[in-house]
C-alpha cells in the first residue's frame, strides 16, 4: 500500500490516507508469508485436503484481489499520531 500523511502545518488538521493498494490484506493468524501462500493454495483448489477447512476458518469466502479504499481510509483516519 501506498500511503500519505499530511502535516499538521499544511492543514488545520493531520490526516492519513491510502493512495494505492493491489490486494487485500491476509487473514488475521494466518502464518505470516508462508501460511498466506498456503492458505491461497488450499482456497483455490477444491481438490486440496484443506480446502473446506480453510474456507470455513476464513468465513467461507476470500478474493485476494479485493480491496476497498474507503474502508483503509476509514481505518487509517482511526490511527492517532
Not at 28 to 47: Q, R
Amino acid at each position: 500500500m501506498v500511503s500519505a500523511q499530511v502535516r499538521r502545518e499544511q492543514t488545520r488538521f493531520a490526516m492519513k490516507r491510502g493512495l494505492s493498494q493491489r490486494r487485500a490484506c491476509p487473514p488475521e493468524d494466518v502464518g505470516g508469508s508462508p501460511g498466506y501462500i498456503d492458505f491461497l493454495e488450499a482456497i483455490h483448489d477444491p481438490a486440496h485436503e484443506e480446502h473446506q477447512d480453510m474456507l470455513d476458518w476464513c468465513g467461507g469466502q476470500f478474493d485476494p484481489t479485493a480491496f476497498n479504499p474507503s474502508d483503509t481510509n476509514a481505518l487509517l483516519s482511526e490511527i492517532k499520531f
